[in-house]
């Protein structure tokens, strides 16, 4: 199993749990869908998996071990906002060389233009910006890729190229991928396998009872 | 009948900005030109187009909220009235709304609740619009950093709608939503565009919109390409004027997925002629030459083989 996270609890405030006793399990090469209604939880165990977030209980393994504290998160979670992912006061060829030093090839994949390396956030729209924090995350030795939301405020050619780079690189890596979605036909189109965050919940034998 | 003067008339508009390119070297960067929109008294005009087409920044032109470096030329008019700076401050906020594209436009540090009723709302008001987009009575006491993403984009729907405007700018109100909660946003703002109100609708979702607006404008590079109607996406490719909606309803994932190569021109290689040429199938000698906007079966296109 690439990731396995085990009776996960959490909440953001006491007695209001928004997690409780969820499992979930990915292998790689496997391409998940997670979809829900708005406010449910899913974001939260995006970040939880990625490692963001600390569960309140449960355990999280990474081919079987707990996630790296240090040093290269083989998980990297891509955010629904990417305005908030971004270092406002830092250029984008910063930005995009925070983890490693993507090719040339890979940034006219995914459609970065040359120009934009040298402006600052606020000066590209919420889809350019978007690109780079994709970018941001190929990197080899990222393992497995959580999109949250990730192309939702992207026109529909540019996310059917984004998709595109994705899923290739997905296969050829064979990288686990949760695509964290509203849109059932884009998550139709591209998963292996959709996940009901509902049953998630449900399906644990601790909540039954 | 009479005709109805429209709540805004653009024609012809450019905006641009100042940029520093070397030292002290300035360059102005034209990233809308020549373009053409109306939107009349209980209308919903849908806007899509590709990311970074200058969807936004009509948005924020139409309510005078652009960066001290930016100028704007051509024509635009609000219920025949020519909109200036002093029009603009005046309407924005109380006849214009805007639905803004950001989560990052809630004040962090203020209640959700609080930020809703604004300067000119009352309690009353903004519970019947949270209760509206279902949100529950204790979101009014949360920061915006305790929402969910879906969450607070139903937040800034209600900042608009609970106002009087006669004109609401939604830019991009509903990614991050269900699609049974996108679906009731966007009959509300049909309810609205019923009781007269225009709405300029800012999207991505395609097949949400037109199923709920009545025309959709069709932006590329910085001005637009075609108008139709919305009925037109309903039928399919054929019944699109313009290269590039017609492979944006191929590049949908009920209908292929299939991505065209190539990206738009970046605003400071705009080539001349058809902006869309470098991408398109149809392209020939004419296209490199100048292109006027000519009404095609019903709506407006920008090419000169489109039939």
């Not at chain 1, 504290?69 to 984008?92: F, M």
Request: hydrophobic share 40%; charged share 25%.
């Amino acid at each position: 199993m690439l990731i396995e996270a085990k009776d996960i609890c959490f909440s953001y405030r006491k007695n209001r749990s928004i997690l409780e006793h969820v499992d979930f399990t990915m292998d790689a090469g496997e391409r998940v869908a997670l979809v829900g209604p708005s406010g449910c939880g899913k974001s939260t165990l995006a970040q939880i998996l990625a490692g963001y977030l600390k569960p309140e209980s449960g355990t999280i393994l990474f081919e079987g071990k707990p996630l790296p504290r240090k040093g290269y998160c083989p998980v990297q979670l891509i955010y629904q906002h990417p305005e908030k992912a971004v270092n406002p006061r830092w250029k984008l060829s910063r930005t995009l060389t925070e983890g490693w030093e993507p090719q040339e090839e890979l940034l006219k994949w995914m459609g970065i233009e040359k120009e934009w390396l040298s402006r600052y956030p606020a000066e590209l729209s919420g889809g350019e910006l978007q690109r780079f924090c994709i970018a941001r995350a190929m990197s080899p030795k990222t393992r497995c890729v959580i999109a949250d939301e990730m192309t939702a405020m992207l026109d529909v050619i540019t996310q059917a190229q984004i998709w595109d780079v994705m899923l290739k690189m997905a296969e050829r890596r064979k990288l686990g991928l949760l695509v964290v979605t509203h849109r059932m036909e884009l998550a139709e189109r591209i998963c292996t396998r959709v996940v009901r965050f509902e049953e998630l919940v449900e399906e644990n034998p601790a909540n039954v009872l | 009948m009479e005709h109805k003067e429209p709540i805004l008339d653009i024609k012809n508009l450019s905006v641009s900005f100042r940029m520093y390119e070397k030292g002290l070297e300035q360059k102005d960067l034209k990233v809308i030109s020549n373009l053409n929109i109306h939107v009349d008294e209980g209308e919903i005009l849908a806007i899509v187009g590709s990311s970074g087409s200058g969807k936004s920044l009509l948005a924020s032109t139409v309510l005078g909220i652009l960066p001290k470096n930016a100028s704007v030329t051509g024509d635009m008019r609000y219920y025949g009235q020519p909109m200036t700076i002093e029009l603009q401050q005046r309407l924005r906020g109380r006849e214009i709304a805007l639905v803004p594209q950001s989560v990052e436009y809630l004040d962090p540090l203020m209640k959700t609740g609080k930020q809703v009723v604004g300067v000119r709302g009352t309690k009353e008001k903004q519970r019947l619009a949270f209760k509206r987009y279902g949100l529950q009575r204790e979101v009014e006491e949360l920061y915006p950093f305790q929402l969910s993403g879906g969450m607070a984009r139903r937040v800034l729907v209600s900042t608009a709608v609970i106002g009087d405007a006669k004109l609401i700018v939604a830019d991009e109100p509903t990614p991050g939503m269900s699609k049974a909660m996108a679906e009731e946003a966007m009959s509300n703002f049909r309810t609205l565009a019923d009781e007269g109100k225009g709405i300029i609708l800012i999207t991505h979702d395609i097949d949400l919109a037109f199923e709920y607006a009545d025309r959709i404008a069709i932006f590329y590079a910085g001005t637009t390409v075609e108008t139709a109607l919305a009925e037109d996406f309903g039928r399919g490719p054929e019944a699109l004027r313009h290269p590039y909606s017609k492979a944006l309803w191929e590049a949908l994932p009920q209908n292929g997925f299939k991505p065209i190569p190539g990206t738009q021109p970046y605003a400071g290689s705009i080539p001349g002629g058809c902006l869309f040429a470098p991408r398109c199938l149809y392209k020939t000698e004419e296209c490199l030459g100048e292109i006027p906007m000519r009404t095609l079966r019903g709506g407006e296109v920008c090419c000169i083989h489109a039939d």
